[in-house]
């Protein structure tokens, strides 16, 4: 009887409630601005490139003329070569829509930078991100080189490693090692995907920046944190073209 009653007890007890969880915390910080930026890279034919880019530079004001060009680049190590890597900004979804309506309607455009590099592109890519909340594009001291850090975290979104990747990147700013000048969260492309944009004087400033980060403790502690939820990581060393206006 005693062991009826206490199986019954364990039935009929109430439930324990599942933790509730708060959509403040279920995502992390909230984007709130509309801006955003378009990550856009061409894989170009490796006979066209000297063409590809002479006409960009000739004619690129006529694409400048309806959008924001924030940074163009030439791949120079990382990957694939013959690349060049671009952002544009938006102010949202409607001003983009309203980009490409123009472009559509620019014969302009289209008979002398369009039509003319259809011809030595393989593939282009796109993928559109927002600036990390607690971050704001930097503004380069003096012409340089770039890297492009492009990090796969494991799918939770910032409220699982948001805090964790920031004091990271943060380790590497407060020492000076570098010149941060962006982070960017994916929004539509390969999700939980953060891209950081470093400025340095040239090569070897940044491999010399790099390594005494690799022997800082307090960069080393803050990178082992940001670890425990990174799945994948590689990185782009970029030269800037002569019109870009991140230099």
């Known amino acids: 009887m005693l062991a009826l009653r206490s199986c019954l007890r364990k039935v009929l007890a109430?439930?324990?409630?599942?933790?509730?969880?708060?959509?403040?915390?279920a995502t992390g910080p909230r984007q709130t601005e509309g801006t955003f930026y378009e990550f856009c890279t061409y894989y170009?034919?490796?006979?066209?490139?000297?063409?590809?880019?002479?006409?960009?530079?000739?004619?690129?004001?006529?694409?400048?003329?309806?959008?924001?060009?924030?940074?163009y680049w030439r791949v120079e190590f990382g990957g694939r070569i013959d690349r060049v890597f671009h952002i544009w900004k938006y102010d949202n979804f409607a001003h983009r829509a309203a980009v490409g309506k123009a472009l559509a309607n620019d014969t302009e455009w289209q008979e002398r930078f369009l039509v003319p590099?259809?011809?030595?592109?393989?593939?282009?890519?796109?993928?559109?991100?927002?600036?990390?909340?607690?971050?704001?594009?930097?503004?380069?001291?003096?012409?340089?080189?770039?890297?492009l850090s492009s990090f796969?975290?494991?799918?939770?979104?910032?409220?699982?490693?948001g805090e964790a990747f920031e004091r990271a990147v943060n380790a590497h700013v407060n020492q000076g090692y570098c010149k941060l000048i962006g982070v960017f969260h994916s929004e539509y492309g390969t999700l939980n995907r953060v891209h950081v944009l470093w400025w340095s004087q040239n090569a070897d400033s940044r491999a010399?920046?790099?390594?005494?980060?690799?022997?800082?403790?307090?960069?080393?502690?803050?990178?082992?944190?940001?670890?425990?939820?990174?799945?994948?990581?590689?990185?782009?060393?970029?030269?800037?073209?002569?019109?870009?206006?991140?230099?």
């Open 44 to 71: 170009l034919k490796p006979s066209k490139m000297k063409e590809f880019m002479h006409n960009v530079k000739q004619n690129v004001h006529l694409r400048t003329a309806h959008s924001e060009l924030v940074g």
């Open 208 to 247: 010399a920046g790099r390594h005494r980060a690799h022997e800082d403790p307090r960069v080393v502690s803050a990178v082992r944190e940001s670890v425990n939820y990174l799945d994948i990581q590689q990185n782009m060393f970029l030269i800037p073209e002569s019109f870009s206006p991140l230099k």
């Open 152 to 161: 796969l975290m494991k799918p939770g979104g910032p409220a699982l490693w």
């Open 14 to 25: 109430p439930r324990a409630l599942a933790p509730q969880v708060c959509s403040s915390f």
């Open 117 to 147: 590099n259809l011809a030595s592109i393989d593939k282009q890519e796109s993928e559109i991100t927002y600036l990390v909340p607690w971050c704001k594009i930097g503004t380069p001291p003096e012409e340089g080189v770039y890297e």
